[in-house]
């Protein structure tokens, strides 16, 4: 099955989808190999894997490199965070063409101004009129091939300040302009705004959510609620920081590595992760 009429029978199914951020292919190995659904090709953990902030510096080519490669090895669907659009309605038009045929299985744009910061800064976050984020909603639908390929509108409305009338009034609008599904971003650190917008929003699309901040919402109580898609966003990349630097002040303070052989993979399920032994059987043949 295609990647794309796989990550469409998630959202559709009654039953709840969990994904996880990823900011590399061998991340995205591990959230599959995790049991997750699919994989989130997250803007802000990819810019941090290279040493950026997320803040619009990445380019489209960089992040669609970064899903495409994910794609390629993963066969849960990826869908790749696309922050703004990196333009307007043709940037939109033109990143569905490329992302599409890069495997990546959806797309996600948000209605903030370019260049946008993580929804997490501190600092004024601004939003596109309703109008002019649905045109790129409708060019990026307008220019796909495989109609299975999922184009999720992400409203910041609430990131953004705005009252839960407003992402409601956006989602409609995402919605009517064709978008697939609707995601709808809080920085609360209680699912109850997100709540309130799912008890209004009464399953117009499928919505997902990004619990980050308000992370003691069990899926269950999610599902409940309505929510179709659950994205753990950043949490490998975050484990991985915690991981890296623990082991790596621990050499270098003790003068061994001994202290944190257990802490490490073994160098055998490095091997096993990037399927060594199926490139050296082509090798044989
Ligand atoms: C990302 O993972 O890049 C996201 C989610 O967009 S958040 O960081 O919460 O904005
Ligand atoms: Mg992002």
């Not at 295609?2 to 591990?30: C, M, V, W, Y």
């Not at 290279?50 to 990445?58: F, I, V």
């Not at 976050?125 to 409708?138: G, S, T, W, Y």
């Not at 995402?174 to 917008?197: C, N, Q, T, W």
Request: proline share 4%.
């Amino acid at each position: 099955m295609n990647s794309t009429t796989k990550l469409r029978e998630l959202i559709t199914s009654r039953q709840i989808a969990r994904f996880a951020g990823a900011h590399d292919p061998l991340s995205a190995s591990l959230v599959e190999i995790s049991g997750f659904d699919g994989v989130w090709a997250s803007s802000f953990t990819i810019s941090a894997a290279n040493g950026l902030p997320d803040m619009s510096l990445l380019s489209m080519a960089d992040f669609l490199e970064a899903a495409g490669r994910m794609a390629a090895v993963c066969s849960v669907p990826i869908l790749a965070d696309c922050d703004t659009g990196f333009g307007g309605a043709p940037n939109v038009a033109y990143l569905v063409q490329r992302y599409e045929a890069a495997g990546v299985a959806g797309v996600c744009i948000e209605d903030k101004l370019f260049p946008k910061t993580n929804s997490f800064v501190d600092r004024r976050q601004e939003l596109l009129p309703v109008d002019e984020f649905a045109r790129k909603i409708e060019a990026g639908k307008n220019a796909q091939r495989d109609p299975d390929f999922v184009l999720v509108a992400r409203t910041e409305a609430l990131i953004a300040g705005h009252d839960v009338q407003e992402a409601l009034h956006r989602a409609d609008a995402y919605v009517d302009a064709g978008a697939d599904m609707i995601l709808v971003h809080s920085k609360k650190d209680s699912p109850r705004e997100v709540i309130e917008f799912l008890d209004a929003w009464q399953a117009r699309a499928p919505v997902v959510v990004v619990p980050t901040t308000y992370h003691d919402w069990h899926v269950t109580d999610a599902q409940s609620s309505g929510v179709s898609l659950v994205i753990y966003a950043n949490h490998a990349l975050r484990a991985a920081i915690r991981s890296m630097y623990r082991v790596l002040t621990s050499i270098e303070s003790t003068g061994t590595s001994t202290a944190v052989e257990d802490l490490i993979s073994p160098v055998s399920e490095v091997f096993e992760l990037t399927h060594l032994d199926k490139w050296l059987h082509l090798e044989n043949r």
